[in-house]
């Protein structure tokens, strides 16, 4: 270990994750790269975890911030009105909801994922008068007790310390290969001896982020909100991580042609890195009483600000069909790669640029994923055994730059496969 990051090991929690996968010290960000303080380079597959679509410290909004903190414009306000806000619900209305035909109101909870989906879970009880919640394997909704208790992943769960109880969990779509888990679901919810009482709301990721980059089909996504319609149950989109153009259009859900009662959203909603979540709610269920859910950090008027500046982007379909034809080229780099390389045992995973390939060789992803950011790339790995690395680009990300990580990743993939044959 490097001198300069000694201070983490000596002085912060054991707790820290990302500085171990990245040990370097950060200095300076702009679009899709990085760089530290041996002045190192790197491209960026990581993307604030899919907290930044549009890269680093985009000229947009970072003017937009700068003109509103140097106009001594309020910065912290709870839920009181400040022009700010009004500006942001003037434009997602206007620019998101409307050309869409949705109609939903927005609440606007603690600043985090975890935090809108205890906010939708609380709501959906509240509503309902019912306790339970199905979710769906592999899904990964946050790290607070209520986004924990919908969590597949068994050592997130573990951290809780407590039982996490009042869900049942659901196989997600192709959960098991070539089956559909409709008829398994609507069996236990017909069944009064099934153990597993009508829900208050379904939660499910479109694409499963954390769960290991698993995209589901849009008949199963149809089939799933028909099902709900039949049972009186309320259906909860988990948009934080696949949202926000990561899949091409601005909710991921929107080809599926699904209609939400409710959705949450957090990550890049604020555009620029900002804490900033959201939470639409369909007009009929917003029941909650005045101030019974909210937080003292829901007034963050920055975040207004970039992220009214960021709804620029969604003015047109411009960004859409950037994103479209990179995820084109990503894709047919994958299947390529996982053709030429079968040592990967890969598997190509995700829709948009929310791709991964899955190895079926232990720790690999792992070692790919190491070698990969020590020749300049960085990328996370996803899934219970994070058996798959996971591509996350900026949505704005250049065509030379996404060549070049992709690169980086056919290099990382042939050295680390060079050293496991050596080994054997």
Excluded at 51 to 62: P, R, S, V
Excluded at 405 to 423: A, C, R
Aim: charge should be negative; include cysteine; proline fraction near 3%.
């Amino acid at each position: 270990m490097s001198e300069d990051m000694k201070v983490f090991e000596n002085l912060e929690s054991e707790v820290r994750s990302y500085v171990r996968s990245f040990p370097t010290i950060f200095t300076k960000t702009k679009g899709s790269k990085m760089w530290d303080n041996k002045g190192n380079t790197y491209i960026d597959f990581f993307s604030g975890a899919g907290a930044l679509n549009y890269g680093h410290n985009d000229e947009h909004m970072k003017q937009k911030l700068i003109d509103y903190i140097l106009s001594d414009g309020i910065t912290h306000s709870l839920d009181m009105a400040s022009e700010a806000k009004a500006q942001f619900l003037t434009a997602f209305n206007t620019i998101i909801l409307e050309p869409r035909n949705m109609d939903y109101k927005i609440m606007f909870p603690g600043p985090t994922g975890t935090n809108t989906v205890e906010s939708a879970l609380k709501l959906a009880r509240k509503v309902t008068g019912r306790t339970e919640v199905i979710s769906f394997t592999n899904g990964f909704h946050g790290m607070t007790l209520g986004a924990l208790s919908v969590t597949g992943n068994s050592a997130k769960r573990e951290g809780a310390g407590i039982p996490l109880q009042n869900v049942s969990t659901m196989p997600y779509d192709n959960y098991v290969d070539n089956q559909s888990s409709i008829n398994f679901i609507e069996r236990f919810l017909e069944d009064n001896g099934s153990g597993v009482a009508i829900p208050a709301a379904m939660i499910l990721e479109t694409v499963q982020g954390e769960g290991g980059i698993n995209a589901a089909s849009f008949e199963w996504m149809k089939e799933i909100e028909a099902l709900c319609k039949r049972w009186g149950i309320l259906l909860i989109v988990d948009e934080v991580q696949a949202g926000v153009g990561r899949t091409g259009s601005f909710f991921s859900f929107e080809p599926a042609g699904i209609k939400p009662d409710i959705i949450c959203m957090s990550k890049s909603l604020s555009g620029y890195g900002l804490p900033f979540a959201a939470t639409l709610i369909r007009p009929e269920i917003d029941q909650f009483a005045p101030g019974e859910h909210n937080g003292t950090f829901r007034g963050n008027n920055h975040a207004f600000i970039t992220a009214t500046a960021a709804l620029d982007y969604w003015k047109d379909n411009k960004l859409g069909a950037r994103v479209n034809h990179l995820a084109t080229k990503t894709e047919d780099f994958l299947n390529d790669l996982v053709i030429r390389y079968p040592k990967l045992q890969g598997e190509v995973r995700g829709r948009g640029l929310m791709t991964g390939v899955a190895c079926g060789v232990k720790d690999l992803a792992n070692k790919i994923t190491a070698k990969a950011f020590e020749l300049g790339l960085i990328m996370e790995t996803a899934g219970a055994k994070d058996e798959v690395f996971k591509l996350f680009p900026a949505l704005t990300i250049s065509d030379e730059e996404l060549g070049t990580g992709l690169k980086i990743i056919e290099k990382s993939v042939e050295l680390v496969l060079e050293t496991e044959t050596q080994l054997v």
